[in-house]
């Protein structure tokens, strides 16, 4: 890839799949966006239609809506915006349409649940030797789409390719940093989500902000202690895709993840806290904690996340369950 107008593709129209689209079409480039529904293709299509996951945003006029998987084949690189768990299905699906060159970057935050494998790694067997990247970082569609400024990071192991698409993607309202290290980041990502459940309950149920900024600085320190564990380089963790994201999902009632954990606060049941949106950490917690204690990697707050989830505990168990651990050094 180089840094003149390219063709991306984009497969997922959900709110981050078209806030992505929008933003790589302000940047320069022609985007073709592919969805499941016809019937929402053909919508997307018509003059001044709106999008309906994030209301009152139009398609950028270099932007053009399919459902036709195979129109993703002549983009310079493809953007996967599907849930996390649908990771294997779509990179199967993409690799029979895509050339085994093109470039399939990640942009779900999560863990193969059933697998417990990392989503790059998903890619890998399935896409063997084709180019993977990672996009994440502190980012709400909603503000990409309305044009407010972010920074996210994305990474390949081919520094040369990493740069090339950061440059491809960023505009003058998003800004793609690039690095090599695509564990550290998928990890960042991943993690992140399940550690801002445990900050909604603490908000939902009127802990204190006392309490939150503690959990969110711990849980920093599990993220951290995690991705080393697995290959992650910390200098990423201590960045947009680690401690950025972390910050923004652990303070705002606007992530899903939070609102999720702030309804169970509130005693809600775990059924009914996700309130039909995707929840990634819920998803995520049970293999992000087998894989820690695969590896003796101490994550309480992300335990006590799945144990609460599972229906093992109650919120206060898990208070008191991370409140009473024994006294120990900070690091
Ligand atoms: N929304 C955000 O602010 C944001 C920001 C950064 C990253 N992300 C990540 O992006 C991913 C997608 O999030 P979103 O907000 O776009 O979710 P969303 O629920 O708005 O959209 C998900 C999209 O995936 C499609 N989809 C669901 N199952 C599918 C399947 N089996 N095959 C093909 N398509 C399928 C849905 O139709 C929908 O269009 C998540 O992993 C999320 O963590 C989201
Ligand atoms: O709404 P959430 O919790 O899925 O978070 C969205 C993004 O990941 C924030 O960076």
């Not at 945003?57 to 129109?71: C, G, K, S």
């Not at 009632?253 to 819920?282: C, I, P, W, Y």
Request: aromatic share 4%.
């Amino acid at each position: 890839m180089t840094a003149q107008a390219q063709t991306i593709g984009i497969a997922g129209a959900g709110a981050w799949g078209t806030a992505l689209a929008n933003a790589a079409a302000i940047a320069g480039n022609d985007v073709v966006l592919w969805m499941r529904s016809p019937e929402h293709a053909a919508a997307l299509a018509q003059p001044r239609a709106t999008d309906r996951c994030l209301p009152g945003v139009r398609l950028h006029a270099r932007t053009r809506p399919t459902a036709a998987l195979a129109d993703l084949a002549s983009a310079h690189a493809v953007l996967l915006v599907t849930p996390a768990q649908t990771t294997r299905e779509m990179a199967a699906a993409l690799g029979v349409v895509l050339p085994a060159a093109t470039p399939l970057v990640l942009c779900a935050k999560g863990i193969e649940r059933d697998s417990r494998a990392f989503l790059c790694d998903v890619v890998e067997t399935v896409r063997p030797g084709a180019p993977i990247g990672v996009l994440s970082g502190p980012s709400f569609a909603d503000d990409v789409a309305r044009g407010l400024p972010t920074a996210v990071t994305l990474a390949c192991r081919d520094a040369a390719l990493a740069e090339a698409l950061a440059t491809a993607l960023s505009g003058p309202t998003l800004r793609v940093y690039h690095r090599t290290d695509l564990r550290g980041v998928e990890i960042g990502g991943a993690a992140k989500n399940v550690l801002a459940i445990a900050c909604g309950a603490v908000a939902g149920k009127g802990l204190g902000e006392s309490a939150k900024a503690a959990l969110i600085a711990r849980g920093f320190a599990e993220l951290l202690r995690f991705a080393r564990a697995y290959g992650g380089e910390a200098e990423t963790l201590m960045g947009l895709s680690g401690l950025g994201d972390l910050v923004l999902t652990c303070s705002s009632a606007h992530s899903r993840n939070f609102a999720f954990g702030q309804r169970l606060g509130q005693g809600m049941s775990v059924t009914d806290a996700a309130g039909g949106k995707l929840v990634e950490g819920a998803a995520t917690a049970s293999a992000l904690v087998a894989l820690a204690k695969a590896k003796n990697v101490d994550m309480p707050i992300a335990e006590a996340v799945e144990q609460v989830l599972s229906g093992a505990w109650s919120l206060d168990q898990a208070v008191d369950a991370l409140m009473n651990r024994p006294v120990k050094s900070e690091h």
